[in-house]
């Protein structure tokens, strides 16, 4: 059974790195694109990041693009999300889930996707 985990959250300030891991299980998603979502108190979850498999292609939340990179090591297992110049807006529980699809089509609304890890705390504050 595919289970993903998420690590790497943390308390950082304003201006601070932060790498996120997620590590999958049970099932090979070498071929499968990955997902960061993540949900801050009293708002909806939402996509930040989608990464493929073909080409490595990835994607971006406007408000992200430029200070997140997403990366994957298919040898390892694992999808990762390094977040440079963090902001107290970035505040929230992140995600990795995946539709066992190759498209990041719509990677933007959590709707379908059915495999998600337990999610990692990140919380930017000075």
């Known amino acids: 059974q595919l289970q993903l985990a998420e690590s790497g959250g943390g308390l950082v300030q304003p201006g601070g790195s932060l790498r996120l891991s997620c590590a999958y299980s049970?099932?090979?998603?070498?071929?499968?694109?990955i997902v960061w979502f993540r949900q801050a108190p009293g708002k909806e979850r939402e996509g930040v990041s989608c990464i493929r498999r073909n080409d490595h292609n990835t994607y971006y939340k406007d408000s992200v693009k430029g200070r997140f990179t997403a990366s994957r090591d298919n040898a390892k297992d694992t999808v990762y999300l390094q977040m440079d110049s963090l902001k107290p807006e970035d505040t929230a529980v992140y995600y990795c889930?995946?539709?066992?699809?190759?498209?990041?089509?719509?990677?933007?609304?959590?709707?379908?996707?059915?495999?998600w890890g337990q999610g990692t705390q990140v919380t930017v504050s000075s």
């Open positions: 889930a995946t539709t066992l699809s190759g498209s990041c089509s719509g990677y933007g609304s959590p709707a379908g996707y059915r495999y």
């Open positions: 049970g099932f090979t998603l070498d071929y499968y694109a």
